[in-house]
């Protein structure tokens, strides 16, 4: 049995990339409920189109279905505020934090940055934010930004810059570190 | 590089290449040209502060990874869509139509807290399923055994299937696949799942597969997730009323071909 003849399946292929899916989706949705609806249109998009894809990319293929998905989910609400990931304070992000580490204090310090963290970049504009969340958390290179985001490289940069020069001066106004 | 303008530009023209160094979109020789310049120009030297900075602050954001109860309702929702192997595998190719089986598995009747439970291991298969394609694959290799393999030696399914009338308590369906290269070559009975099933054996070249067959507790029609397991692989579906649990050595495309086989209508 050549493992060949099994690699190409949905399951090997695309469902390893369930996590960067479920992340861009929370990052570009307004709370937990939205994001799971755009992850589970898109994967079902993406179940739907596998059969056609070609690529060698898959999770930039996968992204680019998510990023199209939830545009198309806020294009519907238009109207209804879009961003505030923020407010959703007692996220579990924290106590994953929290215990990591074993120094309480410093870990409750961490937690509460991270958490004002992810509010500055839930406050960006989403298209500044899609890109940052491409390049920081997928690490995807600016040609994958680019192809994912269906944006001419140049813009991909300066979106990026423009991205992180308002995080870090939202940052220094909050006093963080 | 095209630059776009949809944002006030840097106040040098090289900012944007202090950035791409940070990520690691230079080479080494524009690295170094970029080194050069950045020694004799303040703003660019502010502006690695300052994407320094704001790369410590993102290092600060965990990656969240998706939650158990959000990935066992996608996988059932993707089960639930699954197309049917034929729809899938039209005009793609085959070995691609061949991976929508573990999806359509345990049938979306199959349950969220079922898919729960499998939701840490996709290939983990139906309730108890592990431990019974192992009792699968064990029972193919004792029926390897000299004397083991039918009870009933015929290429006949119309002498196979009434042998099993008064051995046990069902009917099995006994399908001939010479034509497509799978000569059907007996049966016997064996034992699995706590019970008497029947066993149909079938030769693929020097190849024998072991096609068990019981009735299923539940009616609905399904391709389970297929496996290997020992070097031995495994296929599972529910048709008709009847469990089937195919398994050979023969390569995974051919056991999946004579799965279909048997699946067709």
Same mark, same amino acid.
């Given at each position: 049995?050549?493992?060949?003849?099994?690699?190409?399946?949905?399951?090997?292929?695309? +469902?390893?990339?369930?996590?960067?899916?479920?992340? /861009?989706?929370?990052?570009?949705?307004?709370?937990?409920?939205? *994001?799971?609806?755009?992850?589970?249109?898109?994967?079902?998009?993406?179940?739907?189109?596998?059969?056609?894809?070609?690529?060698?990319?898959?999770? *930039?293929?996968?992204?680019?279905?998510?990023?199209?998905?939830?545009?198309?989910?806020?294009?519907?609400?238009?109207?209804?505020?879009?961003?505030?990931?923020?407010?959703?304070?007692?996220?579990?992000?924290?106590?994953?934090?929290?215990?990591?580490?074993?120094?309480?204090? +410093?870990? +409750?310090?961490?937690?509460?940055?991270?958490?004002?963290?992810?509010? /500055?970049?839930?406050?960006?504009?989403?298209?500044?934010?899609?890109?940052?969340? /491409?390049?920081?958390?997928?690490?995807?290179?600016?040609?994958?930004?680019?192809?994912?985001?269906?944006?001419?490289?140049?813009?991909?940069?300066?979106?990026?810059?423009? *991205?992180?020069?308002?995080?870090?001066?939202?940052?220094? *106004?909050?006093?963080?570190? | 590089?095209?630059?776009?303008?949809?944002?006030?530009?840097?106040?040098?023209?090289?900012?944007?290449?202090?950035?791409?160094?940070?990520?690691?979109?230079?080479?080494?020789?524009?690295?170094?040209?970029?080194?050069?310049?950045?020694?004799?120009?303040?703003?660019?030297?502010?502006?690695?502060?300052?994407?320094?900075?704001?790369?410590?602050?993102?290092?600060?954001?965990?990656?969240?990874?998706?939650?158990?109860?959000?990935?066992?309702?996608?996988?059932?929702?993707? #089960?639930?869509?699954?197309?049917?192997?034929?729809?899938?595998?039209?005009?793609?190719?085959?070995?691609?139509? #061949?991976?929508?089986?573990?999806?359509?598995?345990?049938? =979306?009747? =199959?349950?969220?807290?079922?898919?729960?439970?499998?939701?840490?291991?996709?290939?983990?298969?139906?309730?108890?399923?592990?431990?019974?394609?192992?009792?699968?694959?064990?029972?193919?290799?004792?029926?390897?055994?000299?004397?083991?393999?039918?009870?009933?030696?015929?290429?006949?399914?119309?002498?196979?299937?009434?042998?099993?009338?008064? &051995?046990?308590?069902?009917?099995?369906?006994?399908?001939?696949?010479?034509?497509?290269? =799978?000569?059907?070559?007996?049966? #016997?009975?064996?034992?699995?799942?706590?019970?008497?099933?029947?066993?149909?054996?079938?030769?693929?070249?020097?190849?024998?597969?072991?096609?068990?067959?019981?009735?299923?507790?539940?009616?609905?029609?399904?391709?389970?997730?297929? &496996?290997?397991?020992?070097?031995?692989?495994?296929?599972?579906?529910?048709?008709?009323?009847?469990?089937?649990?195919?398994?050979?050595?023969?390569?995974?495309?051919?056991?999946?071909? =004579?799965?279909?086989?048997?699946?067709?209508?």
């Amino acid at each position: 049995m050549p493992p060949s003849s099994r690699d190409d399946t949905f399951e090997r292929v695309v +469902l390893p990339h369930l996590d960067a899916a479920y992340n /861009l989706a929370r990052w570009l949705m307004r709370d937990r409920e939205s *994001a799971e609806d755009v992850l589970q249109e898109a994967m079902v998009r993406a179940l739907t189109y596998f059969a056609s894809f070609k690529g060698v990319n898959p999770r *930039a293929w996968l992204l680019q279905i998510v990023r199209n998905t939830a545009y198309g989910s806020l294009a519907l609400h238009r109207g209804v505020e879009t961003v505030p990931l923020a407010g959703e304070s007692d996220e579990p992000i924290a106590a994953e934090l929290v215990s990591a580490d074993d120094n309480p204090e +410093l870990a +409750l310090l961490r937690s509460r940055e991270a958490r004002q963290v992810r509010e /500055l970049i839930a406050g960006l504009p989403v298209e500044l934010r899609e890109t940052l969340v /491409l390049r920081e958390f997928e690490e995807f290179s600016y040609k994958e930004i680019a192809d994912a985001t269906q944006t001419p490289i140049g813009t991909v940069m300066s979106r990026l810059w423009r *991205a992180r020069q308002l995080l870090a001066q939202a940052a220094a *106004a909050e006093g963080l570190p | 590089m095209n630059r776009t303008t949809e944002y006030p530009a840097p106040d040098c023209d090289k900012v944007l290449l202090v950035q791409a160094e940070l990520d690691g979109e230079l080479d080494a020789a524009q690295a170094a040209a970029l080194e050069a310049h950045r020694a004799t120009c303040p703003i660019c030297q502010a502006a690695q502060t300052q994407l320094l900075r704001a790369r410590a602050l993102v290092r600060v954001e965990a990656y969240e990874t998706t939650p158990d109860d959000v990935r066992a309702r996608v996988m059932a929702r993707l #089960r639930q869509v699954a197309p049917e192997p034929a729809a899938a595998a039209r005009g793609t190719a085959r070995g691609r139509a #061949r991976g929508w089986a573990w999806l359509r598995g345990p049938g =979306f009747g =199959f349950g969220l807290g079922a898919a729960c439970a499998a939701a840490v291991s996709l290939l983990v298969l139906l309730p108890g399923g592990s431990d019974l394609a192992e009792a699968v694959v064990a029972g193919h290799i004792r029926a390897l055994q000299p004397g083991h393999l039918e009870d009933v030696a015929s290429t006949d399914q119309h002498t196979v299937k009434p042998w099993f009338d008064g &051995r046990i308590n069902f009917a099995p369906p006994v399908k001939d696949f010479a034509a497509q290269g =799978f000569p059907l070559k007996g049966g #016997r009975l064996d034992y699995l799942d706590d019970r008497p099933v029947a066993a149909l054996v079938y030769q693929r070249d020097k190849h024998i597969i072991n096609l068990y067959v019981w009735p299923a507790a539940a009616a609905t029609p399904h391709l389970a997730a297929d &496996r290997t397991i020992r070097g031995y692989n495994v296929v599972h579906w529910v048709a008709d009323g009847m469990n089937f649990w195919a398994v050979s050595d023969v390569e995974r495309n051919q056991l999946d071909d =004579f799965a279909a086989l048997w699946r067709m209508p």
